[in-house]
């Protein structure tokens, strides 16, 4: 006989964990062995009396939900925090040499995710000289960014522009779409710089950042003309 029993695993855990340690008796006076049996992701050994996680594992929760849910591993709120766990179950049973245990012991593993920061890269738009501002022209929607995260919690991303020439442009937080709100002249500057930030958590989590290019088209201005005598 042996106990159910729960290891709880961060997304990142490296692999060669000890999670359980198991007793068996046998009416013949023998001493039992234990043997895998059930592991379709062959994620844990038997060594002695003991199951370890096989090294090497890294338990990246966001690739494992995307092999979807069945009896045996389960995508939900197991601990109740508003979050999605994946969990996944285990047997080993007890042996003889000749006859197994008619029980398993089944054991669950409980990955938990972990917020990763979104990623940036740089991104390049253009605006016409002389455009109507205060947020009437727009330049374009950032979108130089991917975010591995799986679950909306940790992929709810916030826009802001916290670097370079914010009182020319602005950034809707939420969809990341770059207006021009001040004027732009292609005689004074060929191209505005912008750092923008995303932040992931509704702008409460992590960051990244980039540099994106604005750059102004020239339009053909009016020649003057000035009267100097007669």
């Known amino acids: 006989w042996a106990s159910w029993g729960t290891t709880w695993i961060q997304e990142g855990t490296p692999g060669a964990l000890h999670v359980a340690t198991f007793g068996s008796a046998d009416p013949d006076g023998t001493s039992p062995g234990f043997i895998e049996a059930f592991d379709p992701w062959d994620w844990f050994y038997v060594s002695g009396n003991a199951a370890y996680l096989r090294p090497g594992l890294t338990f990246d929760f966001d690739n494992l939900v995307q092999h979807g849910a069945d009896w045996w591993r389960v995508i939900g709120d197991t601990d109740g925090d508003g979050q999605l766990e994946l969990k996944y179950v285990a047997a080993v049973a007890?042996?003889?040499?000749?006859?197994?245990?008619?029980?398993?012991?089944?054991?669950?593993?409980?990955?938990?995710?972990?917020?990763?920061?979104?990623?940036?890269?740089?991104?390049?738009?253009?605006?016409?000289?002389?455009?109507?501002?205060?947020?009437?022209?727009?330049?374009?929607?950032?979108?130089?960014?991917?975010?591995?995260?799986?679950?909306?919690?940790?992929?709810?991303?916030?826009?802001?522009?916290?670097?370079?020439?914010?009182?020319?442009?602005?950034?809707?937080?939420?969809?990341?779409?770059?207006?021009?709100?001040?004027?732009?002249?292609?005689?004074?500057?060929?191209?505005?710089?912008?750092?923008?930030?995303?932040?992931?958590?509704?702008?409460?989590?992590?960051?990244?950042?980039?540099?994106?290019?604005?750059?102004?088209?020239?339009?053909?201005?009016?020649?003057?003309?000035?009267?100097i005598d007669r």
């Open 94 to 227: 007890a042996t003889d040499g000749a006859l197994n245990s008619p029980e398993n012991a089944w054991i669950g593993f409980v990955v938990e995710d972990v917020n990763e920061a979104p990623t940036t890269w740089g991104q390049t738009f253009q605006v016409r000289e002389g455009a109507p501002g205060a947020g009437q022209t727009s330049v374009g929607t950032f979108s130089a960014w991917s975010d591995p995260d799986y679950q909306t919690y940790n992929r709810d991303l916030r826009f802001t522009i916290t670097g370079g020439a914010s009182n020319l442009f602005g950034i809707n937080p939420t969809t990341g779409e770059i207006k021009l709100h001040g004027q732009v002249d292609y005689e004074a500057a060929q191209s505005h710089a912008l750092l923008v930030t995303v932040t992931d958590r509704g702008g409460s989590g992590l960051s990244s950042s980039t540099w994106v290019t604005v750059n102004v088209t020239n339009v053909d201005d009016r020649p003057t003309l000035t009267f």
